[in-house]
C-alpha cells in the first residue's frame, strides 16, 4: 500500500495522472467509478485534461460502485445522476459505456459482476471511506467474499448522507453495492480520503488489523494500493 499526502487540490491532481497513465498504456481500460462529495475535485480535473487533450475516455468502459435502492437515473440524488453531471457529461466517453448499478432492478444485482468480468475486468477502482470504514455501500461486518449485492444501510450512513436530502427521511434505507470480492478483484484501487472527520478511520484501516468490522482494511491485502490523503485526513497517521 503507498500513501500519498498533500493539498486536496495536489491530491486530486496527482490521483488524475494515474487515469493519464492508465488510459495512454491501454485506452479502452475499464474503470470503477465512485460518488459522494470527495472525488469531486478528482472529477473536475479529468474534465480538465480530457478539454486540453491530455486524456481521453472514448474507448474506455466505466462501472459505478454503488446506487440507492428506489432511485432511478432521472433522480437528482441517484448515483446514475451524479456521474452523469459530475464527469460523463464533461469527458469524451461513450454514454453506452457507462454503468452504474440498477436501483430498481435490483434482483439483478449479482449480474454486475458477471458484465464486470465479461468486459475484461476493473483495471483501476476508484473509492472513498465512509466514517464507519465502509467502501462502496459494503457496511462493518459485510462478509470480505461479498459480491454485487443489495445492503441495508446503516442510521449513521444514512444522517451523512442526509446533507444531499431535504430531510433524513428522504434518504433511502437500502443500496446496490459492488462487493468486497468485486472490488478486491480490480488490478489497483485508488481511495482518496480528504478533512480531520476521516482521520481516526484512515489510521485504523492502515494500521489496525484486517477485519470485516472495518471493510476498507481489507486492502491491506490487495497488491497494488494507492491512497491519497489531504493533512488532515493523514493527521493521526
Given at each position: 500500500?503507498?500513501?500519498?499526502i498533500?493539498?486536496?487540490?495536489?491530491?486530486?491532481?496527482?490521483?488524475?495522472?494515474?487515469?493519464?497513465?492508465?488510459?495512454?498504456?491501454?485506452?479502452?481500460?475499464?474503470?470503477?467509478?465512485?460518488?459522494?462529495?470527495?472525488?469531486?475535485?478528482?472529477?473536475?480535473?479529468?474534465?480538465?485534461l480530457?478539454?486540453?487533450?491530455?486524456v481521453?475516455?472514448?474507448?474506455?468502459?466505466?462501472?459505478?460502485?454503488?446506487?440507492?435502492?428506489?432511485?432511478?437515473?432521472?433522480?437528482?440524488?441517484?448515483?446514475?445522476?451524479?456521474?452523469?453531471?459530475?464527469?460523463?457529461?464533461?469527458?469524451?466517453?461513450?454514454m453506452?459505456?457507462?454503468?452504474?448499478?440498477?436501483?430498481?432492478?435490483?434482483?439483478?444485482?449479482?449480474?454486475?459482476?458477471?458484465?464486470i468480468?465479461?468486459?475484461?475486468?476493473?483495471?483501476?477502482?476508484?473509492?472513498?471511506?465512509?466514517?464507519?470504514?465502509?467502501?462502496?455501500?459494503?457496511?462493518?461486518?459485510?462478509?470480505?467474499?461479498?459480491?454485487?449485492?443489495?445492503?441495508?444501510?446503516?442510521?449513521?450512513?444514512?444522517?451523512?448522507?442526509?446533507?444531499?436530502?431535504?430531510?433524513?427521511?428522504?434518504?433511502?434505507?437500502?443500496?446496490?453495492?459492488?462487493?468486497?470480492?468485486?472490488?478486491?478483484?480490480?488490478?489497483?484501487?485508488?481511495?482518496?480520503?480528504?478533512?480531520?472527520?476521516?482521520?481516526?478511520?484512515?489510521?485504523?484501516?492502515?494500521?489496525?488489523?484486517?477485519?470485516?468490522?472495518?471493510?476498507?482494511?481489507?486492502?491491506?491485502?490487495?497488491?497494488?494500493?494507492?491512497?491519497?490523503?489531504?493533512?488532515?485526513?493523514?493527521s493521526?497517521?
Open positions: 500500500m503507498k500513501i500519498i498533500d493539498t486536496p487540490e495536489k491530491v486530486a491532481e496527482m490521483a488524475a495522472q494515474r487515469y493519464v497513465e492508465l488510459l495512454k498504456e491501454k485506452p479502452d481500460a475499464i474503470l470503477g467509478g465512485a460518488t459522494g462529495s470527495t472525488p469531486l475535485l478528482l472529477y473536475a480535473e479529468l474534465a480538465r480530457n478539454k486540453a487533450g491530455e481521453s475516455f472514448a474507448k474506455a468502459k466505466s462501472f459505478n460502485l454503488d446506487e440507492y435502492v428506489g432511485l432511478d437515473g432521472t433522480h437528482d440524488q441517484s448515483y446514475r445522476y451524479f456521474m452523469d453531471k459530475n464527469l460523463f457529461e464533461h469527458i469524451d466517453i461513450d453506452a459505456n457507462t454503468r452504474v448499478p440498477s436501483g430498481i432492478n435490483t434482483e439483478i444485482a449479482a449480474e454486475y459482476d458477471k458484465e468480468e465479461a468486459a475484461g475486468g476493473i483495471d483501476m477502482q476508484l473509492l472513498g471511506i465512509g466514517n464507519n470504514g465502509h467502501i462502496g455501500f459494503n457496511e462493518p461486518g459485510t462478509p470480505f467474499g461479498s459480491i454485487t449485492h443489495v445492503v441495508e444501510l446503516t442510521e449513521s450512513t444514512r444522517q451523512a448522507n442526509a446533507r444531499f436530502f431535504e430531510s433524513i427521511d428522504e434518504v433511502p434505507t437500502h443500496a446496490v453495492t459492488m462487493g468486497i470480492k468485486t472490488v478486491m478483484n480490480a488490478k489497483k484501487v485508488i481511495l482518496i480520503a480528504t478533512g480531520k472527520a476521516k482521520a481516526p478511520i484512515v489510521r485504523e484501516f492502515i494500521k489496525g488489523a484486517v477485519t470485516e468490522e472495518v471493510p476498507a482494511s481489507v486492502l491491506q491485502l490487495h497488491p497494488d494500493v494507492e491512497v491519497f490523503l489531504d493533512h488532515e485526513a493523514a493521526l497517521l
